[in-house]
């Protein structure tokens, strides 16, 4: 069983940076690829940045250059630096992971990026 809690989001202005966490339970966390979605109002839930259990990144290009998917597996925790961001990205954030292919979601943490 893996459980996932998100946190750091918040209200913030455009051009303004947050670093969004989620800290994980269980052992499997460095076994695993780890990846951070987004659903915004109206709209399907959808991948925005992915990492592998070696540290293989991968962005959907709406992000590239801005956001940056880190994990610490001694911390079982992983990490989303989003800067020079803009309203466009307001939308609750979620992680997940899916070891054995069975999908484990975090209850997500809402980004709100508004002057």
């Known amino acids: 069983q893996v459980q996932l809690v998100e946190s750091g989001g918040g209200l913030v202005q455009p051009g303004g940076s947050l670093r969004l966490s989620c800290a994980a339970s269980?052992?499997?966390?460095?076994?695993?690829?780890m990846g951070w979605y987004r659903q915004s109002p109206g709209k399907q839930r959808v991948l925005v940045a992915s990492?592998?259990?070696?540290?293989?990144?991968g962005y959907v290009d709406s992000v590239k250059g801005r956001f940056t998917i880190s994990r610490d597996n001694a911390k079982n925790t992983l990490y989303l630096q989003m800067n020079s961001l803009k309203p466009e990205d307001t939308a609750v954030y979620y992680c997940?992971?899916?070891?054995?292919?069975?999908?484990?979601w975090g209850k997500g943490t809402l980004v709100t990026v508004s002057s």
């Open positions: 990492i592998s259990k070696i540290g293989t990144t």
């Open positions: 269980g052992s499997t966390f460095r076994r695993t690829a």
């Open positions: 997940n992971t899916n070891p054995a292919g069975v999908d484990y």
